[in-house]
């Protein structure tokens, strides 16, 4: 590529996606690509430099507000699931944020030209279901090595001088080629809320965590990096995560795949959510303090995730 091309590239590009809603589109010159709508700051799409799509999004999929999107990477705050009184997740996921046209210098992603900043403020309408003010900063990136960045910066800005709490997650929903086939590496032998046995506590026995059957757990003080082995594709995504010390595990198999209006009956052979989440002890902000949480995703042949995997299975050249 010669010097001129490389100065035309297009980094970010806004357009219309569907239904018309505004979406932003980051490229770097790999051919990595990802896809945030306004409508939820809502990753629906990540693309390795092979074009591949690498987030599951459901081919019954509402694009259309009140209706949160069914895959990519939905917010959910200020509520994860139902571990509160709000709708379930929260209302992040089913707002229209905007973006802010001078984002601020910041030193994770100073040289990287993808990325964007969305913003979400509270409407009167939100204060009334959540009665606190805040800034709400979401800088979507995509790394030179097709990495997608996510970090938020959630800010207290009340004047009443109050504190407000809250839980949060990327709930992030990975494409796999064949869910029997997955593993997921780094949750063995932790403590786990199970959302299927009212919310109790166990701890997870055994080896890597496999899959045949419904699964909704919230596992607890996690180690900074999980993987997800995609064995048929030879693919590894590996998650890091920072100031996010949970994470949950959903699958709704067969029979709940069935009663979800907006997701396809076969549709949860090809997904895994994995979301990076802070859900066990919420986080409390006094106003003017701000929280950092961040979620760092890459994808990987498998054979290159040396070190975690068990050496009769390293797929070589993968
Ligand atoms: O249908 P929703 O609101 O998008 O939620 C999907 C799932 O999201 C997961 O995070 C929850 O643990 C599940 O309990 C829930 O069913």
Not at 90 to 111: C, E, H, V
Not at 117 to 140: A, M, Q
Not at 270 to 275: G, Q, Y
Request: hydrophobic share 35%.
């Amino acid at each position: 590529m010669s010097g001129r091309e490389k100065e035309e590239w297009v980094y970010v590009e806004q357009r219309k996606g569907v239904n018309g809603l505004d979406m932003v589109i980051l490229r770097e010159p790999r051919g990595c690509s990802v896809e945030v709508y306004l409508y939820g700051a809502q990753v629906t799409s990540w693309k390795n430099e092979r074009r591949e799509e690498l987030l599951f999004v459901s081919n019954k999929a509402v694009f259309k507000p009140p209706k949160a999107i069914r895959g990519g990477i939905p917010i959910c705050f200020p509520q994860v699931g139902t571990h509160g009184n709000l709708e379930q997740h929260g209302f992040a996921r089913n707002r229209l944020w905007s973006i802010d046209p001078d984002p601020p210098q910041m030193a994770t992603s100073s040289s990287n030209k993808a990325f964007v900043d969305l913003l979400l403020k509270p409407s009167e309408e939100d204060s009334k279901i959540w009665p606190h003010r805040y800034e709400f900063r979401l800088r979507v990136a995509l790394g030179a090595g097709g990495e997608l960045m996510l970090t938020s910066r959630i800010r207290n800005t009340n004047t009443d001088g109050k504190p407000f709490t809250f839980t949060f997650a990327y709930h992030t929903y990975f494409a796999v080629t064949d869910i029997s086939e997955v593993r997921v590496e780094g949750l063995e032998t932790l403590d786990y809320l199970d959302n299927l046995k009212d919310k109790q506590r166990f701890t997870e026995q055994g080896d890597a965590i496999t899959f045949e059957s419904e699964v909704d757990k919230v596992y607890l003080s996690t180690p900074t990096k999980i993987a997800v082995l995609d064995h048929e594709r030879k693919r590894t995504f590996e998650l890091r995560k920072d100031g996010l010390p949970d994470a949950v595990v959903w699958n709704p198999w067969d029979k709940k795949a069935k009663a979800i209006p907006d997701f396809g009956h076969d549709e949860y052979k090809r997904m895994l959510c994995v979301e990076a989440a802070c859900v066990e002890k919420p986080i409390t902000l006094r106003p003017g303090e701000e929280w950092k949480g961040r979620q760092e995703l890459s994808a990987v042949p498998s054979s290159y995730c040396s070190g975690q995997l068990d050496p009769s299975k390293v797929l070589v050249g993968g």
